[in-house]
Each structure stands twice: as structure tokens, then as C-alpha cells.
């Protein structure tokens, strides 16, 4: 049996029980491989659930620095026998599989194509440790020991990250440090060690990474950080997962960073909802009350703003909505990843609307957008929603570390004051004095006589006066159709990479890939992927909408577009065929809508097949240049 | 449609502490029909306003959808109005209050507004002790719909169309008593004399001031066998008047001793009941969830102040938030800068 190798080039998964204490120690594992200075991606797949369910957490170890999953499984280590067989199963031929040997593997688990490492885990923790929550608690310690070993790990760094994440608690750090011991001790006695597979201090193909001094942290942590620095002084919610904790992280660092030193007293107000309604309707208060105000929400909830939104959208209020995006409704799988929000978003509520909609695609941008969401949402006095999901919100990402500028000033948009009141001769709240549909907006108690109005959806003239006139109505939202087309010039614009050189090209077609956040990591893999095979292929990623005007030219510029979404429906490429002049038929859907993130492997067998059947029905668009 | 009141006043206009005349606080002409409650309350509140002293443009209104909720058109043209979503005022109120806490803030809702599609928020708004003034324009039906009875339509009341309505009412002043409301207040519109001084002591109190005003539909409720009719509030009141004396304001009116109450809010603006038989106090919730009961079940509408917790802490208070209002701060108050994100980013490697 040829065994799997490779430095710093490799698949773990870890197979647990829910609430059994496995996540920190599998986080352990790869914020350990982090510190080596290795890019590596870490993925919890869990369920809806606190005790007992089946749980797993994929690390991703890539020398290129490859952050989206690529598929497959290279070493597994299971200690959950609900859900072994299977596990095994998902083992690449040549692969590994570390189990708890405390009792004896039955026959029909042992294949012959896998390699196979027996650790009495329990055992081991049984005789060493009295407390019974440590027994439980410190075998996933001892097989990150024993990984320690098989996959060469440096052992200093796992100890420096056992006293920082124990911090004061000695007991707590020489019981995990011995735990630690124990594994690595027994894989050294016990087996050839390190694997085929390993890792490798200075071992990658993508030095850049290392040289920018990554960070290691989640998206929802970033747009937490993004809201605070952007400003934000009013959040409003009601917990659902994958979304809540953007707020946790809210929280922490607003009591931190937003208490007013001479009093003690807060600068930021947060509210529990009593639902979701009530939440996004607390946004849209203070924000028509001047404050910068976000709540943060998943599928099911931003159903419920819709209501909200459309009114947010017609009164022009602004709102900040960072959406997590999960699978399907409430009892769907509300802790599996999706990107399947997009339509519901975009055209999110009642009437004629068009949201703004951010697309970040790593922890950078998720702080990044939502500085600039604010000010979008100020400048524009509409809502935007930041489109994250559960991949990119809740697994830690490395990323290059969050920047700031001191010379940020807030965009707080068209807002009159007291003293611009004053000097406006003639003022009306929908008078589009600047010809980009975009208003003056005054805040409530600012002037004693000048610049008071009634806000209400769409029934009132250019000067807010209550109106039931067809001609009004109109005016106003072909008025809000031009503000949604200033938008564009504000939102941030998509990034395109030109096709890998290719030796000999297999096409003459020009193939292009459209994608958007967390699928774009995959995306570019299985680019590289296929480029190696001889296919050529340009991509484009969104980053916002309404779509900037070099998307329609680059679909135009393509024979073939692959859209690479998580979702069933193609929910974007459906909102590019609405948007965009083309034809539709040149947008190829590459799907996944599993619940776990798409994968590059996927990404390209379904490129492969597509270009196998599909060369010879389309006629290049240039034929001379291809 | 509505449209543009004349601006010309006589010169001869009382004016109040701020030099302004009561034209000062007008609205835009009404747009209900001839003769509906609501618009006595509007008359309440623009009158309550001009002789609180209020700056009209440090109010802002907000509202849900229905009759009700159109009425901030016609009161304080000269301060800003919110007319959200149908039964979700309340949320808009509260993250308007947040932002600023400066502001004097009115919500008007209806029966609908609040006692169904509201109430979720509504009972929130509540234990969240919001400061502002909640009224509710409660006349037992669905105007704008055309008349289908409302869920504070009362057990028995006949209807336009003749239906007799099966279900008990929602009682929201009672309500209101039972989950912790720091001011609670039921009214009548045709009761000028004691719904004016309810508004101002509600908008002087700190914290959710809550009246609900008997408003009556007359175009849809207005008939024989209605509860919430004109003849029957008036036959079924039981009245509590009481004046409203503003901080360093003389008492005017001279009462009987024995008869009045005096409560003090926390801005020292003082509250005097009379007439209200002598064994009521405002400070006992208990007392007063009793006798709203004991009037409800004896068909009678008792109205006034029904109680009030002078040392109420409002939502900003509770959440501890700074005095100067969150939509004041600035940058340097809200951005923490550079150096402190490298400290973040070096914690996260």
C-alpha cells in the first residue's frame, strides 16, 4: 500500500461527540500548526446541539496557502463510535486513522488501504487522572500529543499555547501539559514516527503569507471590531446561530474600548430583542435618529426583518444587517453553511426594492466592509447587508491582520445641520437637489424651525408631505432606482485575476469563474487546479451589489462563465441574469449545498465535466484570439 | 390629502414660558372624519405640549399604522414624526431613545397597533421602561379596514354590521399595571380636562408613561350596543381628575383638604388627584390592578391616573449608558485607532 505523503500539504478531520470538550483541543492543533508559521484552515462542522451529537472539525494544512477546503480526508482521528464507520469510509486510500484502541477495533472497520494507529486513549487518561470531567476532557489532549508526534509538531509551541489559553489556572496547565505528554510519549514508543505526512517549519510554496505577519480569527469577530471602529453605538439582537456571536465580540470590545473614562458609563448601547422584528426595528430608530446602529442575524431572521427593510428602503433610513448565512430554515440546519440568502437579500421585502449588499470573502473584509458599511448605509440612507456566512462568521481564518487608517473620517452623508438649515434657501426631504438621487436628510431636534418631517414609506411628495399621487409615487422611486445606480460608484468593485499561463491550452473556448465569499478560497484552488490541466480560466469576484459595470463586461468577454455559489438554485447567477444584459445561457451553475463548505475538488470535476460535454456546443466568441 | 394650515394667528395669542402661541405646536388639518375621538387627542396633546413649555422640536413622534398612527401629522408640525410599521412602533422608539437621549418622545398607537399585531413589542417596550409617553387612541375597531372589532373590543359589544362580539377584551391599562409599567393612565377624549394634564405629567415622568384613551370611531363604532361608544363612555366613566402643576408652578385651583393627593416626579413637577374618593393612591400597583378589574367587571370605564412609580429608572439609566447622547459622539470618542487594533492583531497570532 502506497501511504499518503506530503510536507505541509494535508487533510485532518477529528471525529467527536458534541460538548465533549474536543474543540479546544482540536483548536489547540491547529492554532499550534499556525504558530509554526504553516498556512492552515480550520473548520468546525457541528451540530444543532450541546451533548452528544456527532461533531467535526476539519484542519486544512496547505504549503501554497490553500484556505478553502479541498476535499477529502488524509488523516482522521476518531473518538466517536457513532459515527466511525462512516468516518472511515471518508479516509482517501493510503490515509490514516487514529482511534481510541481503549477497546479493540472491530474486524469490519479495519480496511486495507489505511494505516491505522491505535491509542489507548482512555485508558491512559483513566489510569493518570482521578477527576472524572479530566478523564473525559484530556483524551482529545493526548491525541493532539500523539499528533504531536506522527505529524512533528513543535512541542514548545503547543506548552506556550497551553499557558496562554490557561492562563493563572496552573493546575489546569500542568494536568494538559501532562495529557500532552502522555500522547506524544506512547505514539514515539509505539510507532514509526513522524508520517509520510508532516509538517515542516519554512516548508511552504507561499512564503507571502508568512512575511505579513497573519492573523489567525473569525469573520464575526472581524465584523464585530468593524463595527466598532466604524462607529457603531447602538446593537440590536436576537441570538441565532451562526450569527450571534458577532454581538458577543461586540460586546467584549465595547466594554472595553467604549467606556467613557470619567464616568464609567457607556458609550454603546446593546439590546436583546425580543425577536427579530423588534431588533432591525431598534436599528432603523437610531438610525433615523443619527446614531450608527447594526443588528446582526441568519436566514430565518432576516425573513423576519423583510418587513423592515422595505420600509428602511422606501424611508431611507440607514441600516447596517450583518447576515450569517446558514442552511434553510429554522429546522433546517442552522449550524451548516450556505450561501443561499442572496435573493432573499437583494430584493428583500415588499414593493419594488433593491438592497445593497456587501460580499467579504475573508476576515479582513468582514472588518473592512463593515467600517465602509456604515458609511455606505449614511451616504446612500439605505440599508446594507453584509453578506457573511457560517464558514467565513465562526471557523478561524488566517488572514493579513486588520489595518487602520487614523485619518478615517466618517461618512455621515447628506445630513443638515442647524446652521446648513439656516443657510438652505429652499429644503424638501426627497428633492434630489444633486442629481444623484441622493437627499438631504435632517435629524430630529436639530433646528427649532427648519428641517422637521414626517418619515413614512411612499406615500408623499419630494417635499415629505403625505401623498397618494401616482405621479409622486413614481417620481420617488424612479428616484430611488438612480440612487441605487449612484451606489455602484460607491460600493466595493469586484477583483478580477487574469488566467494562469497554460502550456498547451485543451480549449479554444475563453472560460471565465464568477464567485463570491467563502466560495472564492475554493475557487482559486480548483482555478490553479485546472490551469495545470490545460484549461485557462479568468475570474471575477463580487463584492457588492448592485454589480459593478465591468461584470457584464467580463461575462461579455467569455464564452463560458462558471458560477460557483452554495446554494441550489444559483442564486447569484439568477440576480446576474436579472441585473446584467447577457445571455444566460453562458453562466454554467457549479453548485454545493450540503451544508459543509464547497470544496476545490469539486469545484474543478465539475468545471472538467462541464468543458468534457460542453466544448463542442458553443462556437467561441473569438475564435482568432482564443 | 392634507394640506398647509393658514399661518396667520391673532397677535393677542397667550404665549407660554418659551414666547411661543399655541400655533406654535399645530399640525397639518386632519384628514379623520368629522368628529373622531383622535382628534381631541391631538388637540390634548398640542395643547399639553404648549403649556409644558416644550420646545416643539425637541419632540419627536413616532407611530405604527392605522387612524391611530396617522394622528402626529396633525399635532407638532415643527417636530420630527416616525410613521413605522404596523405594531412595531415600539422597537423604533426604543432605539430612537437610545440614540438620544434628549429628546422628548410621544408614540401613538391604536387598539390594532398595540393589542394585536403590536403586542409582542408592546409588553416589551414596557419591561424595558422606555421613556416616552405611549398613547393608545383605543376605540375597539379597525378604521381603516372598515370597522372588523379589535381585540380590546369589549365581551358583548355589538358591532355596525349587528355581530355581537364573542371574546373578552384585552384590557391594556391593566396589562400594562401587571407587567411592571412605571406610569399608567386611562382616559377619554371627550375628557379634555383630564386627559391634557395626563400627557404633561407622562411626558414629565421618567421612564413608559402609558395612557390609554377611550377614542371613539364614529364612523364605525359609534352606534347603539357599542362599548366604546361616545353615549356609553360617557354613561360608564368613572372619572378621576387630577391637575398637573409644572416644577415652581403655584397650585391654582383650590381643593377641599382630605381630598387631594399630591405626587411629586422626578423632575419636581407635582401631580394633584382630587375627586377620587378618598382610599385611592396612585403608589399601589396592587390596589390599582383591583380596581381596574372591579370597574371592568361592573361595566364601568374608571379613568385617570392609575398609577405612577415617581423613582422609575428608564432604559438608559438601566443599561448605563453615558449622558451625552450616542448620536452626538465623534470619532474620537468612538474609534480606537491603530495602535490599539496592532494590539488586537498581535493577541490574535
Given at each position: 500500500?502506497?501511504?499518503i505523503?506530503?510536507?505541509?500539504?494535508?487533510?485532518v478531520?477529528?471525529?467527536?461527540?458534541?460538548?465533549?470538550?474536543s474543540?479546544s483541543?482540536?483548536?489547540?492543533?491547529?492554532?499550534?500548526i499556525?504558530?509554526?508559521?504553516?498556512?492552515v484552515?480550520?473548520?468546525?462542522?457541528?451540530?444543532?446541539?450541546?451533548q452528544?451529537?456527532?461533531?467535526?472539525?476539519?484542519v486544512?494544512?496547505?504549503?501554497?496557502?490553500y484556505?478553502?477546503?479541498r476535499?477529502g480526508v488524509?488523516?482522521?482521528?476518531?473518538?466517536n463510535p457513532?459515527?466511525m464507520?462512516?468516518?472511515?469510509a471518508?479516509?482517501?486510500?493510503?490515509?490514516?486513522?487514529?482511534y481510541?484502541?481503549t477497546?479493540?477495533?472491530?474486524?469490519?472497520?479495519r480496511h486495507?488501504?489505511?494505516?491505522?494507529?491505535?491509542?489507548?486513549m482512555?485508558?491512559?487518561?483513566?489510569?493518570e487522572?482521578?477527576?472524572?470531567?479530566?478523564?473525559?476532557?484530556?483524551?482529545?489532549?493526548?491525541?493532539?500529543?500523539?499528533?504531536?508526534?506522527l505529524?512533528?509538531i513543535d512541542?514548545?509551541?503547543?506548552?506556550?499555547?497551553?499557558?496562554?489559553?490557561?492562563?493563572?489556572?496552573?493546575?489546569?496547565?500542568?494536568?494538559?501539559a501532562?495529557?500532552?505528554d502522555l500522547?506524544?510519549q506512547?505514539?514515539?514508543?509505539?510507532?514509526?514516527?513522524?508520517?509520510?505526512?508532516?509538517?515542516?517549519?519554512?516548508?511552504?510554496?507561499?512564503?507571502?503569507i508568512?512575511?505579513?505577519?497573519?492573523?489567525?480569527?473569525n469573520?464575526?469577530?472581524?465584523?464585530?471590531?468593524g463595527?466598532?471602529?466604524?462607529?457603531?453605538?447602538?446593537?440590536?439582537w436576537y441570538p441565532?446561530?451562526p450569527?450571534?456571536s458577532?454581538?458577543?465580540?461586540?460586546?467584549?470590545?465595547?466594554?472595553?474600548?467604549?467606556?467613557?473614562?470619567?464616568?464609567g458609563?457607556?458609550?454603546?448601547?446593546i439590546v436583546q430583542?425580543?425577536?427579530?422584528?423588534?431588533?432591525?426595528?431598534m436599528?432603523?430608530?437610531?438610525?433615523w435618529n443619527?446614531?450608527?446602529?447594526f443588528?446582526?442575524?441568519?436566514g430565518?431572521?432576516?425573513?423576519?426583518?423583510?418587513?423592515?427593510?422595505g420600509?428602511?428602503?422606501f424611508?431611507e433610513?440607514?441600516?447596517?444587517?450583518?447576515?450569517v448565512q446558514?442552511?434553510?430554515?429554522s429546522?433546517g440546519?442552522?449550524?451548516?453553511?450556505?450561501?443561499?440568502?442572496?435573493?432573499?437579500a437583494?430584493?428583500?421585502?415588499h414593493?419594488?426594492t433593491?438592497?445593497?449588499?456587501?460580499?467579504?470573502?475573508?476576515?479582513?473584509?468582514?472588518?473592512?466592509?463593515?467600517?465602509?458599511?456604515?458609511?455606505?448605509?449614511e451616504?446612500?440612507?439605505?440599508?446594507?447587508?453584509?453578506?457573511?456566512?457560517?464558514?467565513?462568521?465562526m471557523?478561524?481564518?488566517?488572514?493579513?491582520p486588520?489595518e487602520?487608517?487614523?485619518?478615517?473620517?466618517?461618512d455621515r452623508?447628506k445630513?443638515?445641520?442647524a446652521?446648513?438649515?439656516?443657510?438652505?434657501?429652499?429644503?424638501?426631504?426627497?428633492?434630489?437637489?444633486?442629481?444623484?438621487?441622493i437627499?438631504y436628510?435632517?435629524?430630529?431636534?436639530?433646528?427649532?424651525d427648519k428641517?422637521?418631517?414626517?418619515?413614512?414609506?411612499?406615500?408623499?411628495?419630494?417635499?415629505?408631505?403625505y401623498?397618494?399621487s401616482g405621479?409622486?409615487?413614481?417620481?420617488?422611486?424612479?428616484r430611488?432606482?438612480?440612487?441605487?445606480?449612484t451606489?455602484?460608484s460607491h460600493?466595493?468593485t469586484?477583483k478580477t485575476?487574469?488566467?494562469?499561463?497554460v502550456?498547451?491550452?485543451?480549449t479554444t473556448?475563453?472560460?471565465?469563474a464568477l464567485f463570491?465569499?467563502?466560495?472564492?478560497?475554493?475557487?482559486y484552488?480548483?482555478?490553479?487546479?485546472?490551469?495545470?490541466?490545460?484549461?485557462?480560466?479568468?475570474?471575477?469576484r463580487?463584492?457588492?451589489?448592485p454589480f459593478?459595470?465591468?461584470?457584464?463586461?467580463?461575462?461579455?468577454?467569455?464564452?463560458l462563465?462558471?458560477?460557483i455559489?452554495?446554494?441550489?438554485?444559483?442564486?447569484?447567477?439568477?440576480?446576474?441574469?436579472?441585473?446584467c444584459?447577457i445571455?444566460?445561457?453562458?453562466l454554467?451553475?457549479?453548485?454545493?449545498?450540503?451544508g459543509t463548505?464547497?470544496?476545490?475538488?469539486k469545484?474543478?470535476?465539475k468545471?472538467?465535466?462541464?468543458?468534457?460535454?460542453?466544448?463542442?456546443?458553443?462556437?467561441?466568441?473569438?475564435?482568432?484570439?482564443? | 390629502m392634507?394640506?398647509?394650515?393658514?399661518?396667520?394667528r391673532?397677535?393677542?395669542?397667550?404665549?407660554?414660558?418659551?414666547?411661543?402661541?399655541i400655533?406654535d405646536y399645530d399640525?397639518?388639518?386632519?384628514?379623520l372624519?368629522a368628529?373622531?375621538?383622535?382628534d381631541?387627542?391631538?388637540a390634548?396633546?398640542r395643547?399639553?405640549c404648549?403649556?409644558?413649555s416644550?420646545?416643539?422640536?425637541?419632540?419627536?413622534?413616532?407611530?405604527?399604522?392605522?387612524c391611530?398612527?396617522?394622528?402626529?401629522?396633525?399635532?407638532?408640525?415643527?417636530?420630527?414624526?416616525?410613521?413605522?410599521v404596523?405594531g412595531r412602533?415600539?422597537?423604533?422608539a426604543?432605539?430612537?431613545?437610545?440614540a438620544?437621549r434628549?429628546?422628548?418622545?410621544?408614540?401613538?398607537?391604536?387598539?390594532?397597533?398595540?393589542?394585536?399585531?403590536?403586542m409582542?413589542?408592546?409588553?416589551?417596550?414596557?419591561?424595558?421602561n422606555v421613556?416616552?409617553t405611549?398613547i393608545?387612541?383605543?376605540?375597539g375597531?379597525?378604521g381603516?379596514?372598515?370597522?372588523?372589532?379589535?381585540?380590546t373590543?369589549?365581551?358583548?359589544?355589538?358591532s355596525?354590521?349587528?355581530?355581537?362580539?364573542?371574546?373578552?377584551?384585552?384590557d391594556?391599562?391593566?396589562?400594562?399595571l401587571?407587567?411592571?409599567?412605571?406610569?399608567v393612565?386611562?382616559?377619554?377624549s371627550?375628557?379634555?380636562?383630564?386627559?391634557?394634564?395626563?400627557?404633561?405629567?407622562?411626558?414629565?415622568?421618567?421612564?413608559?408613561?402609558f395612557?390609554?384613551?377611550?377614542?371613539?370611531?364614529?364612523?364605525?363604532?359609534n352606534?347603539?350596543?357599542?362599548?366604546?361608544?361616545?353615549?356609553?363612555?360617557r354613561?360608564?366613566?368613572?372619572?378621576?381628575?387630577?391637575d398637573?402643576?409644572?416644577?415652581?408652578?403655584?397650585?391654582?385651583?383650590?381643593?377641599?383638604?382630605?381630598?387631594i393627593?399630591?405626587?411629586?416626579?422626578?423632575?419636581?413637577?407635582?401631580i394633584?388627584?382630587?375627586k377620587?374618593?378618598?382610599?385611592?393612591?396612585?403608589?399601589?400597583r396592587?390596589?390599582?390592578?383591583?380596581?381596574a378589574?372591579?370597574a371592568?367587571?361592573?361595566?364601568?370605564?374608571?379613568?385617570?391616573?392609575?398609577?405612577?412609580?415617581?423613582?422609575?429608572q428608564?432604559?438608559?439609566?438601566?443599561?448605563?449608558l453615558?449622558?451625552?447622547?450616542?448620536?452626538?459622539?465623534?470619532k474620537?470618542?468612538?474609534?480606537?485607532?491603530?495602535?490599539?487594533?496592532?494590539s488586537?492583531?498581535?493577541?490574535?497570532?
Amino acid at each position: 500500500m502506497k501511504q499518503i505523503s506530503g510536507i505541509n500539504d494535508f487533510v485532518v478531520k477529528f471525529a467527536n461527540v458534541n460538548g465533549s470538550g474536543s474543540a479546544s483541543a482540536n483548536h489547540l492543533f491547529a492554532k499550534a500548526i499556525f504558530r509554526m508559521g504553516i498556512p492552515v484552515s480550520p473548520r468546525n462542522i457541528f451540530p444543532s446541539n450541546i451533548q452528544g451529537l456527532p461533531t467535526w472539525y476539519e484542519v486544512r494544512v496547505s504549503s501554497k496557502g490553500y484556505l478553502g477546503r479541498r476535499g477529502g480526508v488524509d488523516l482522521m482521528v476518531s473518538v466517536n463510535p457513532q459515527s466511525m464507520e462512516k468516518d472511515i469510509a471518508d479516509i482517501e486510500p493510503g490515509g490514516y486513522f487514529v482511534y481510541d484502541s481503549t477497546k479493540p477495533l472491530e474486524s469490519h472497520l479495519r480496511h486495507d488501504d489505511i494505516t491505522y494507529f491505535g491509542i489507548p486513549m482512555t485508558e491512559i487518561c483513566m489510569r493518570e487522572f482521578k477527576n472524572p470531567r479530566l478523564q473525559q476532557l484530556l483524551k482529545n489532549v493526548v491525541y493532539v500529543g500523539a499528533l504531536a508526534a506522527l505529524l512533528k509538531i513543535d512541542f514548545t509551541i503547543l506548552k506556550d499555547l497551553l499557558n496562554d489559553q490557561f492562563k493563572g489556572k496552573e493546575k489546569l496547565i500542568s494536568s494538559n501539559a501532562h495529557a500532552l505528554d502522555l500522547g506524544y510519549q506512547f505514539a514515539l514508543e509505539t510507532f514509526n514516527c513522524p508520517l509520510a505526512i508532516r509538517l515542516q517549519k519554512g516548508g511552504n510554496d507561499a512564503p507571502h503569507i508568512l512575511e505579513s505577519k497573519h492573523i489567525l480569527m473569525n469573520g464575526n469577530t472581524a465584523a464585530a471590531l468593524g463595527a466598532i471602529y466604524g462607529g457603531a453605538t447602538v446593537a440590536a439582537w436576537y441570538p441565532i446561530t451562526p450569527s450571534t456571536s458577532v454581538v458577543d465580540a461586540f460586546a467584549q470590545y465595547a466594554e472595553r474600548l467604549r467606556i467613557d473614562a470619567g464616568t464609567g458609563k457607556k458609550n454603546f448601547a446593546i439590546v436583546q430583542a425580543e425577536d427579530e422584528l423588534a431588533a432591525i426595528g431598534m436599528v432603523v430608530g437610531a438610525s433615523w435618529n443619527g446614531a450608527r446602529a447594526f443588528t446582526a442575524t441568519s436566514g430565518p431572521g432576516l425573513s423576519l426583518m423583510s418587513e423592515f427593510l422595505g420600509l428602511a428602503y422606501f424611508a431611507e433610513v440607514p441600516v447596517v444587517l450583518i447576515d450569517v448565512q446558514r442552511s434553510g430554515p429554522s429546522t433546517g440546519m442552522p449550524t451548516r453553511s450556505q450561501q443561499s440568502d442572496i435573493l432573499a437579500a437583494a430584493y428583500a421585502s415588499h414593493g419594488d426594492t433593491k438592497q445593497v449588499l456587501l460580499f467579504p470573502a475573508t476576515p479582513r473584509e468582514c472588518f473592512d466592509m463593515t467600517v465602509q458599511a456604515f458609511d455606505l448605509a449614511e451616504r446612500l440612507q439605505t440599508p446594507v447587508i453584509i453578506m457573511s456566512d457560517l464558514d467565513l462568521g465562526m471557523n478561524d481564518w488566517m488572514s493579513p491582520p486588520l489595518e487602520w487608517d487614523d485619518d478615517y473620517q466618517m461618512d455621515r452623508g447628506k445630513v443638515l445641520d442647524a446652521e446648513a438649515l439656516d443657510k438652505t434657501e429652499k429644503w424638501g426631504r426627497y428633492l434630489d437637489v444633486d442629481g444623484d438621487g441622493i437627499c438631504y436628510r435632517t435629524l430630529p431636534g436639530a433646528h427649532p424651525d427648519k428641517g422637521a418631517f414626517f418619515t413614512r414609506g411612499s406615500s408623499k411628495n419630494e417635499m415629505a408631505v403625505y401623498s397618494e399621487s401616482g405621479d409622486d409615487y413614481v417620481q420617488n422611486v424612479d428616484r430611488l432606482l438612480r440612487k441605487f445606480e449612484t451606489a455602484k460608484s460607491h460600493v466595493p468593485t469586484p477583483k478580477t485575476h487574469p488566467p494562469i499561463a497554460v502550456k498547451a491550452p485543451k480549449t479554444t473556448l475563453k472560460l471565465g469563474a464568477l464567485f463570491f465569499g467563502t466560495s472564492a478560497s475554493p475557487a482559486y484552488e480548483a482555478v490553479e487546479m485546472l490551469a495545470e490541466e490545460g484549461y485557462p480560466i479568468d475570474t471575477i469576484r463580487i463584492r457588492a451589489f448592485p454589480f459593478h459595470e465591468s461584470l457584464d463586461q467580463f461575462i461579455h468577454d467569455h464564452d463560458l462563465v462558471f458560477v460557483i455559489e452554495q446554494n441550489r438554485d444559483g442564486q447569484m447567477r439568477r440576480l446576474v441574469i436579472n441585473e446584467c444584459e447577457i445571455p444566460p445561457g453562458k453562466l454554467i451553475p457549479v453548485l454545493n449545498y450540503s451544508g459543509t463548505p464547497i470544496t476545490a475538488r469539486k469545484i474543478a470535476r465539475k468545471i472538467r465535466e462541464t468543458l468534457s460535454t460542453k466544448s463542442a456546443d458553443v462556437v467561441p466568441l473569438h475564435p482568432e484570439t482564443a | 390629502m392634507s394640506y398647509i394650515k393658514p399661518k396667520f394667528r391673532h397677535p393677542s395669542l397667550p404665549k407660554n414660558a418659551l414666547g411661543v402661541t399655541i400655533a406654535d405646536y399645530d399640525g397639518a388639518i386632519s384628514t379623520l372624519c368629522a368628529g373622531c375621538g383622535h382628534d381631541s387627542i391631538s388637540a390634548a396633546i398640542r395643547s399639553a405640549c404648549f403649556l409644558s413649555s416644550i420646545p416643539p422640536h425637541r419632540i419627536a413622534k413616532l407611530s405604527g399604522i392605522g387612524c391611530s398612527s396617522k394622528m402626529p401629522t396633525y399635532f407638532l408640525g415643527k417636530s420630527h414624526g416616525f410613521n413605522s410599521v404596523h405594531g412595531r412602533m415600539p422597537s423604533v422608539a426604543t432605539g430612537a431613545s437610545l440614540a438620544n437621549r434628549e429628546l422628548t418622545y410621544i408614540g401613538i398607537s391604536g387598539d390594532g397597533d398595540t393589542a394585536s399585531i403590536g403586542m409582542g413589542q408592546f409588553i416589551h417596550l414596557i419591561r424595558r421602561n422606555v421613556n416616552m409617553t405611549y398613547i393608545v387612541a383605543n376605540n375597539g375597531c379597525y378604521g381603516l379596514t372598515k370597522g372588523q372589532d379589535s381585540a380590546t373590543a369589549d365581551l358583548g359589544s355589538i358591532s355596525k354590521n349587528g355581530g355581537t362580539n364573542p371574546f373578552d377584551g384585552i384590557d391594556l391599562a391593566s396589562l400594562a399595571l401587571l407587567q411592571g409599567a412605571s406610569f399608567v393612565a386611562r382616559s377619554f377624549s371627550g375628557d379634555k380636562e383630564q386627559l391634557e394634564p395626563l400627557i404633561r405629567a407622562a411626558m414629565a415622568h421618567n421612564g413608559f408613561a402609558f395612557i390609554d384613551v377611550v377614542s371613539p370611531c364614529v364612523t364605525f363604532n359609534n352606534q347603539a350596543g357599542s362599548t366604546k361608544s361616545y353615549a356609553h363612555t360617557r354613561e360608564h366613566l368613572d372619572a378621576m381628575p387630577l391637575d398637573y402643576v409644572p416644577l415652581r408652578d403655584e397650585i391654582r385651583t383650590q381643593y377641599e383638604p382630605g381630598t387631594i393627593q399630591s405626587v411629586t416626579l422626578h423632575d419636581g413637577s407635582v401631580i394633584h388627584l382630587h375627586k377620587a374618593g378618598a382610599d385611592y393612591r396612585t403608589d399601589d400597583r396592587n390596589a390599582a390592578i383591583a380596581a381596574a378589574r372591579a370597574a371592568h367587571d361592573e361595566g364601568r370605564i374608571l379613568t385617570g391616573l392609575l398609577f405612577l412609580d415617581p423613582n422609575s429608572q428608564d432604559l438608559n439609566q438601566n443599561l448605563k449608558l453615558a449622558s451625552k447622547p450616542l448620536n452626538a459622539l465623534g470619532k474620537d470618542e468612538l474609534c480606537p485607532g491603530s495602535k490599539v487594533l496592532s494590539s488586537i492583531n498581535e493577541g490574535l497570532r
